[in-house]
């Protein structure tokens, strides 16, 4: 089974993720979560067990408490030791192209969707799994 994790500190934007998946029949196994720390203690602990690492991680690039570029550093570190790579798709409201130009150092970022996500982003997300480094808005919906 398919695994996405989701990083974000707004439980409603957590809960509209789960709503979204399960209407639409997704195969993902979804975990959320507010702190990156539980997700960097899991890829540390399964970093052999390619069945438990998760196949996509969403993360909200901007919460309180928590620094998700930390959170990319880290997980960069940590790629190359993986069973398999991961793959980042950053969430945010934020329209700030220095966001995009720092998230394309990391390798593991794929995409840069703007918030708040809808059905066709996460259909196209789910089906691609890999989406060039752009701003990708809510009316981004087609193949």
Wanted: with cysteine; proline share 5%; hydrophobic share 40%.
């Amino acid at each position: 089974m398919n695994k996405l994790t989701y990083i974000d500190d707004r439980q409603l934007d957590q809960f509209i993720l789960k709503k979204i998946l399960s209407r639409f029949g997704s195969s993902f196994e979804v975990k959320c979560t507010d702190t990156g720390n539980e997700v960097l203690n899991l890829l540390s602990k399964n970093r052999f067990d390619r069945n438990e690492l998760p196949d996509i991680i969403l993360l909200d690039i901007y919460m309180n408490g928590f620094d998700s570029w930390d959170f990319l550093d880290k997980v960069q570190r940590l790629n190359p030791s993986l069973a398999k790579p991961l793959k980042v798709y950053i969430l945010s409201a934020s329209q700030y192209p220095e966001d995009v130009e720092r998230a394309r150092q990391y390798p593991c970022v794929k995409a840069f969707i703007l918030k708040p996500i809808t059905v066709g982003v996460l259909q196209k997300l789910m089906r691609q799994r890999e989406l060039p480094l752009r701003k990708l808005s809510a009316n981004e919906t087609q193949n």
